[in-house]
C-alpha cells in the first residue's frame, strides 16, 4: 500500500513569487507519481507525471517536479507564479501494476495574491 | 490526447429518487474506470474501481447496492446513486485508465439531493 502526505494544506503567495508544493509518499515497491491541479467544481488536470528516467520532470503551465528516491519526495515548483495559478494541487501515487489506483494526498490550496 | 466527458455536471434530485452518472472515454479505451467522492475543501475518496465487463471492486464502506457501478463497455462506465438522500449530496469524478495515456478524469457531477 501507498500512502501521500502533502505537508502543506495552504499555501498564500504574491504574483510573481516562486512557490514550492511539498509531497512525500511511501510506498513499498516502486511507483509512479503524479500532480494534479483542480479548479473550484472541476475535475483533475494533469500538470505532470514521473514514471521513469530523469528525475526532474517539467509539465504544462511553466510547473517542474523532482523526484527524490532517498527522501522520497516530489515537490512541485514553480519560479514564478500568476493569479490563475490559485487553485487545489494534488500529488498522487500509483504502483506500476496494470490498472492500479492512485492515491491521493490531502491536497495543497495554493492561493496567489495580487 | 485523452478525454474523459462526464454527464450531467451538476444534478438537484429529490430525496428517495436515483440518479445516474455518466463516464465516457471519448478517444480511448478504458480498460479501468474509477469512481471517487469529494467532500468540500477535501481529498478525492475512491469509492470503486471497474473493469469493463466485470464487477466493480468496491472499497470498505461504500455500501454496492446504493452506488451501483456499470461498466458495459470500454468507453463507458455509470454510477447510479440509488434512492438518495441529502447525505449523498456531493461531487462525485470518474477516472478512466488506457493503457497508453494513464488516468483522465471527468468534469466531476455535483449532486443535490433536496
Known amino acids: 500500500a501507498q500512502s501521500v502526505t502533502q505537508l502543506d494544506s495552504q499555501v498564500p503567495v504574491f504574483e510573481e513569487a516562486p512557490v514550492e508544493l511539498r509531497c512525500n509518499y511511501s510506498?513499498?515497491?516502486?511507483?509512479?507519481l503524479f500532480w494534479y491541479v483542480q479548479y473550484p467544481n472541476q475535475g483533475l488536470q494533469l500538470l505532470l507525471k514521473?514514471?521513469?528516467?530523469?528525475?526532474l520532470v517539467k509539465g504544462i503551465n511553466g510547473f517542474e517536479a523532482e523526484f527524490n528516491k532517498s527522501q522520497t519526495s516530489f515537490h512541485l515548483r514553480k519560479p514564478s507564479v500568476h493569479i490563475s495559478d490559485t487553485a487545489e494541487y494534488f500529488c498522487a501515487v500509483s504502483d506500476q501494476k496494470s490498472g492500479s489506483r492512485l492515491t491521493f494526498g490531502e491536497g495543497t490550496q495554493l492561493t496567489v495574491n495580487p | 490526447g485523452a478525454v474523459v466527458s462526464q454527464h450531467p455536471s451538476r444534478v438537484i434530485c429529490k430525496s428517495g429518487t436515483s440518479v445516474k452518472i455518466e463516464c465516457r472515454s471519448l478517444?480511448?479505451?478504458?480498460?479501468?474506470m474509477f469512481w471517487y467522492r469529494q467532500f468540500p475543501k477535501q481529498s478525492l475518496m475512491l469509492m470503486a474501481t471497474s473493469n469493463e465487463g466485470s464487477k466493480a471492486t468496491y472499497e470498505q464502506g461504500v455500501e454496492k447496492d446504493k452506488f451501483l457501478i456499470n461498466h458495459a463497455s470500454l468507453t463507458l462506465s455509470t454510477l447510479t446513486v440509488t434512492s438518495a438522500h441529502p447525505e449523498d449530496s456531493s461531487f462525485y469524478i470518474c477516472s478512466a485508465r488506457g493503457q497508453l495515456y494513464g488516468y483522465t478524469f471527468g468534469s466531476g457531477t455535483r449532486l443535490t439531493v433536496v
Open positions: 514521473y514514471l521513469s528516467g530523469s528525475t
Open positions: 478517444d480511448f479505451q478504458a480498460t479501468t
Open positions: 510506498s513499498s515497491v516502486s511507483v509512479y
